[in-house]
């Protein structure tokens, strides 16, 4: 696989390391001579002979690059053990003298302990001087003897020090203990300058092979080069111009220009063949930039999903024990307007700070889906009315469906938040008015497209197209569009996910998106929504009020403190019994004690042996039936799998607020009365 990195422009690449240079170089010389003499095997010949130059001066490189570091291993190493042994000399001699100064044996403990400890890194560092030290072998024996005499002194020090005899431990730390430190440092700094000197030759030695080996190599190769090109001139006297114009080809693919057409490919003749062969090199560069731009795509994605994941658990966390205490404090306060309405302005701060990070986990592709088949053009018609009060009256909005609309496989709030937020970009781009058309049709991709679209699948979709007349975008904001907090809006204006989170919704939805735009004319942004090959299920009515419990028993499994206390006290105002627990091990301690459970209600990321899917398992073995409703700030893998909940899963996505729960709740414990 050639590997690359892209260029500043749109279809540039730039097929990155010599051995590619090398391929290329010599591809243009086998054509020169294969089309020159009209001979296949002066081709291959000369083909053959720049690909082995290339590959011998890459060896060449390696293996000096090898021998170099095994040159330099040695001097260095020795260099570092011995400023590591120095320090811990010190270190050392700063702990007998401590101990010296004690007064009682039992304070020797700790000291002693820090000194064994010293003592056996010292040890492993003087083994390495042993073994990679290149000098003389009685500079390390004077070592090891001034070391051995050093650790009698010190032995005596402690001996003396753990039996009560301080003044004798005091006497030893003194001349003779400073003596035998000061001979080892001598002895070492001895080993260590040699050490030094002999690594500061083995680099020039390195730095003189190595340009004695890359002059050798360039002299092989510019003969090799010369070699050819007097050939290739020979070869080619008859046939100039179809040449120079595949030569151009060459140079261009090898500037990173994919645009080009490459000129003769519908010849008969060897031009025709060698210019198949140019074409081949370039749909291989092309295919190369594709596959670098999805790597990096997804190197990105994973590392925002990482990072998200972390931050929504614990700030998701957060927000749910400040949500909770609002709503409760909301509920006793209802009658006092002016307090009722700051508790309102803080919910609705808290729900921002939610969608925040809700998006940032759209875009990294790692909120928890639950696709059902969708008529979007339902969906469409529900959501006019609430499209033309966000948007204003400044702006026209007009649908149009074709006939015989498929069903999509979607879930039908994170498309509906995608839609709106399409919505609002749209007016953004229209300051002064304008009109905005929702199209919906039936699409196929086929592969062809797919083979242009790396992380598209060939098949049927639902396509909304969203268009607007607006000020439209450049190029080169286009292809920032969906990056995380990229915006063109002022400062304040906007947070820049809007786009990003449509981007991760749509692919991990499994579908494809694609903008069109032009400035001065609008923007058109087309969203592929896989087809669903069933019906559209009956929309579930919501309870718009919390629903009230009748003393059902419910066992709570959360493992941050105050997010168990905040959902226990929704529960208990909700009128349920609750029981609490800690973590897995806890509520399944609970469960084996016999207690009548209705319902169990756990966080699915907890410490332990035991998560909630876990949990839910061990529970369902206990208590057979038994329905659960999972939470989270973010799920990981437990109970979704390719960005889906797993069937018959039940979660609520935290924070979340009281009639959230009520009616979560309630239609779990319905679920169970009504099951047989």
């Known amino acids: 696989m050639i590997e690359g990195r892209p260029n500043e422009q749109v279809g540039h690449f730039h097929p990155a390391g010599s051995s590619s240079d090398i391929l290329r170089r010599g591809l243009e010389m086998g054509i020169r001579y294969g089309i020159g003499t009209r001979l296949g095997s002066g081709f291959a010949i000369c083909l053959l002979f720049t690909l082995i130059v290339g590959v011998a001066a890459l060896h060449g490189d390696r293996t000096l690059s090898t021998f170099t570091e095994d040159l330099l291993a040695h001097p260095f190493a020795v260099t570092n053990a011995v400023r590591a042994a120095n320090g811990d000399i010190i270190e050392i001699r700063g702990a007998m003298k401590d101990m010296a100064l004690l007064v009682d044996p039992r304070q020797t403990l700790p000291l002693t302990a820090f000194v ?94 190595r340009d004695w080996v890359q002059t050798l190599t360039w002299l092989v190769l510019a003969g090799a080069v010369v070699s050819a090109l007097a050939i290739a001139w020979l070869a080619t006297r008859s046939i100039t111009a179809p040449l120079a114009a595949l030569q151009r080809s060459m140079r261009e693919l090898s500037g990173g220009d994919l645009g080009i057409a490459v000129p003769g490919t519908e010849r008969k003749d060897e031009i025709g063949e060698m210019s198949k062969v140019v074409e081949v090199f370039k749909d291989g560069l092309i295919q190369a930039e594709k596959l670098e731009q999805t790597l990096r795509q997804s190197q990105k994605m994973e590392a925002i999903g990482q990072l998200t994941g972390g931050i929504a658990h614990d700030f998701n966390n957060l927000l749910q024990v400040i949500l909770t205490d609002l709503d409760l404090s909301l509920l006793r306060l209802e009658g006092q307007s002016v307090i009722a309405g700051y508790l309102r302005d803080a919910i609705s701060e808290v729900e921002r700070g939610a969608k925040l990070t809700s998006q940032l986990l759209a875009f990294a592709r790692r909120q928890p889906l639950s696709p059902k088949p969708l008529r979007v053009d339902r969906l469409l018609t529900d959501m006019v009315v609430m499209l033309r009060r966000t948007i204003g009256e400044e702006v026209e909005i007009e649908t149009v469906n074709g006939g015989g609309l498929w069903n999509a496989l979607v879930d039908a709030n994170q ?82 996910l809007g786009l990003s989170m449509v981007f991760g919704f749509v692919k991990q939805s499994g579908g494809h998106i694609k903008i069109y735009s032009e400035p001065g004319l609008g ?154």
């Open 116 to 209: 064994r400890e010293r003592e056996r890194d010292l040890d492993a560092q003087l083994a390495v001087v042993k073994e990679r030290y290149l000098g003389p072998p009685a500079d390390i024996d004077r070592v090891l003897r001034d070391y051995e005499a050093l650790r009698e002194v010190r032995e005596k020090i402690i001996a003396s020090a753990q039996d009560g005899d301080f003044a004798t431990a005091r006497a030893l730390s003194g001349d003779q203990a400073a003596l035998r430190y000061a001979v080892l440092r001598a002895d070492m700094g001895s080993v260590l300058a040699f050490a030094q000197r002999r690594a500061a030759d083995f680099g020039d030695q390195a730095t003189a092979l």
């Open 523 to 676: 923007t058109t942004v087309k969203l592929y929504l896989p087809r669903a090959r069933s019906a559209e299920m009956a929309r579930e009515v919501v309870e718009t009020q919390a629903v009230r419990g009748s003393g059902q028993t419910i066992l709570v499994a959360e493992d941050d403190a105050g997010v168990r206390s905040s959902v226990v006290a929704q529960l208990a105002e909700l009128g349920y019994r609750v029981l609490a627990a800690a973590d897995g091990e806890e509520a399944l301690a609970i469960l084996s004690r016999g207690e009548t459970i209705d319902l169990l209600f756990t966080d699915v990321v907890m410490p332990g042996a035991l998560n909630g899917r876990a949990l839910a398992l061990k529970a369902r073995e206990i208590l057979p039936g038994l329905e659960v409703v999972f939470t989270s700030g973010y799920t990981e893998n437990a109970i979704i799998h390719n960005g889906r909940l797993d069937e018959g899963v039940t979660l609520l996505s935290k924070p979340y607020r009281l009639p959230q729960l009520a009616e979560a709740v309630h239609k779990a414990l319905a679920t169970a009365v009504s099951s047989p």
């Open 415 to 496: 498309l509906q938040n995608a839609i709106l937020n399409l919505a609002v970009n749209a007016r953004d781009a229209m300051p002064d008015g304008g009109k905005l058309t929702f199209e919906l049709s039936n699409s196929h991709l086929d592969a062809a497209y797919a083979a242009d679209h790396i992380e598209v699948t060939p098949g049927q979709y639902v396509l909304l197209a969203v268009t607007d007349t607006g000020i439209g975008m450049p190029e080169e904001v286009v292809s920032k569009a969906f990056e995380p907090f990229f915006t063109t809006k002022p400062e304040g204006a906007g947070t820049g």
